[in-house]
């Protein structure tokens, strides 16, 4: 830490030398080394008034002890309170600019993405950058535009580290036959039962295997039913998770690849293979849903529902687009048994129940003002929201949140019960579903909607908002899509107030969805995707 403040000297040279507060701060580092935090907290908070503040190196590390031992317990509330007192001493640390950066991650993005980038500015890394992207995609603060400048940038700024003075592959069109069969690569971290698989494996089961040739690239170790489900395709299987990442891209050059299609984006360390230029074409599909800012990667797979030409100008990629949508679904398990769907919980309780079922980092403070204003519209519902993952921390935030928006706690549900005998199991709980904004939900959506629960959304102008609602266009559910926050709760007042209607949906919407193109079709689908792989291939042999 002393180092952090070479810059103020005359702010910093003066030092406690009080023997028995230095005693005591040694005592609540043993404690911390002992993890007895709660023994150490006591001794700092004992000390806050005892140390003045014209000891400014003396009481920022106070305050960044005292946020190291909530942090550890973990107590990241307060651990947030006491970190953001060190700014008050001094603003220059990068590691409590990190620090912050990570805990706000699932409390709020817009103050998550602040502290990232003042440690992104004074001390650039990889790590943070990869969060950075996967926080930003989840706030309404940055628009399409904002997001490809700001990943090019620091893709710019890493690229000569992550290379390391190697040269990516450069290749000359004129040496490639445009007629060759091709060989077609997939880069995954996820071959196995993951979501991302439900709208790979459809896929991988219907591509023409006598036309291309097809390698898949496993950079994980994990393997079970759908592992097994995807090499029973017969495609070549690949084993990279061992491999370092200048070692895979040697292996894929090798091999030929003539298309490397990406799976993961930033939710997968291989991203920096891309930086490589492995094959001639690279293309990134449905694994991070936003710009890599890569040049790289020249294409992105997608529709112009969810990549509008108008925005596609503001990603680094081209799109290739699908005309009979950019998704299919499969559950990753065979036969799989479906519950069979009760009652609306309306005709028990008497009064709606809307729910939430995503990852809690998709509700934000802005997602709360929404859903407040559709339960203020809709009087006596509640709203559930579900996650195995929700601790108490997280109810006490979100409590305060509604409290914010003039909604009593009385009318928020919490439930993190495992349910049984799987999650499907917690969907009926609701009668309405709630999408998150803006980073809306994909494969809960499905399920949600396949259980007989409409989903309401509002899409936006990214990628990772227009998932619930590109799954409800798909199965022609447009009157669950809205265009406004007002339009959003005149949907949920119209929805609630024909319970006929509701119990119309709860019989039927699984149904619509079997029948729907996301689960029809697949080799029209497919084969789309291989006439944009053959179409980049002679585009690339042109020179173009």
């Known amino acids: 830490m002393v180092k952090y403040f070479t810059e103020h000297k005359q702010s910093t040279t003066k030092r406690i030398k009080s023997e028995k507060i230095l005693a005591q701060l040694a005592q609540a580092d043993e404690y911390y080394s002992k993890r007895q935090y709660n023994e150490a907290i006591d001794i700092y908070k004992s000390l806050e008034d005892k140390i003045d503040d014209s000891y400014r190196y003396d009481k920022c590390e106070l305050y960044r002890k005292m946020g190291n031992n909530y942090y550890a317990m973990p107590d990241y509330d307060n651990a947030i309170i006491a970190y953001e007192k060190t700014l008050k001493y001094y603003n220059n640390n990068a590691s409590i600019y990190n620090m912050l950066g990570f805990m706000y991650f699932y409390k709020d993005s817009s103050k998550s993405i602040e502290y990232y980038l003042k440690k992104m500015k004074l001390a650039p890394e990889l790590k943070t950058f990869v969060m950075l992207t996967q926080v930003m995609i989840k706030s309404k603060d940055y628009g399409q535009k904002d997001l490809k400048e700001i990943f090019e940038h620091y893709v710019d700024k890493f690229r000569p580290e992550i290379l390391a003075g190697k040269e990516p592959y450069h290749y000359d069109y004129k040496s ?7 060989k077609i690569g997939y880069l995954s971290s996820d071959f196995y039962t993951h979501a991302m698989m439900q709208f790979v494996i459809p896929i991988l089961e219907h591509h023409d295997k006598e036309k291309f040739d097809f390698v898949l690239y496993s950079c994980s170790d994990r393997c079970d039913i759908a ?10 299987f690949e084993e990279c998770h061992a491999l370092t990442n200048e070692e895979l891209v040697q292996k894929i050059h090798d091999d030929g690849v003539d298309i ?19 094959a001639p074409i690279q293309i990134q599909y449905l694994g991070f849903l936003g710009t890599y800012g ?28 699908i005309n009979c949508g950019m998704n299919r679904f499969n559950f990753s398990t065979r036969n799989q048994k479906f519950l069979d769907i009760p009652p609306l919980p309306y005709l028990k309780n008497g009064y709606i129940t809307f729910g939430s079922f995503n990852c809690l980092s998709k509700i934000n403070p802005y997602t709360v003002s929404v859903w407040s204003k559709i339960l203020k519209a809709v009087p006596n519902s509640k709203l ?17 949140q509604f409290k914010e928006n003039d909604i009593d706690e009385n009318r928020i549900i919490f439930d993190n019960k495992p349910a049984k005998p799987n999650h499907f199991a917690a969907y009926p709980k609701c009668d309405i579903a709630l999408d998150p904004l803006p980073f809306s939900g994909l494969t809960i959506t499905i399920e949600l909607l396949h259980s007989g629960i409409p989903v309401l959304c509002m899409p936006g102008e990214t990628i ?8 409800c266009k798909m199965m022609k559910l447009n ?12 949907l949920a007042v ?13 019989e039927n919407l699984r149904t619509i969805v079997f029948n729907s193109e996301m689960f029809n079709n697949y080799d029209k689908y497919v084969q789309q995707i291989e006439n944009a792989y053959q179409n980049a291939w002679e585009n690339f042999c042109k020179g173009l």
Do not use: C
């Open 176 to 182: 490639f036959d445009p007629n060759k069969k091709l």
């Open 227 to 236: 592992t097994n489900r995807i090499k029973e395709t017969g495609m070549k």
């Open 260 to 278: 490397l299609v990406d799976l993961g984006g930033y939710t997968h360390s291989r991203i920096w293979t891309l930086l490589y230029k492995p």
């Open 294 to 321: 890569m040049r790289e990667v020249d294409y992105i797979l997608a529709d112009k529902f969810t990549i509008p030409e108008d925005i596609a100008q503001y990603y680094t990629e081209k799109p290739l687009y």
């Open 384 to 400: 559930l929201i579900y996650r195995t993952q929700l601790q108490d921390r997280d109810i006490v935030r979100y409590k305060k």
């Open 464 to 471: 990772a908002s227009k998932g619930a609602a590109r799954v």
């Open 479 to 490: 009157e669950f899509v809205a265009d406004s926050e007002q339009e959003l709760v005149e």
């Open 494 to 506: 119209n929805l609630t107030s024909d319970i006929e209607k509701l119990k119309w949906y709860r």
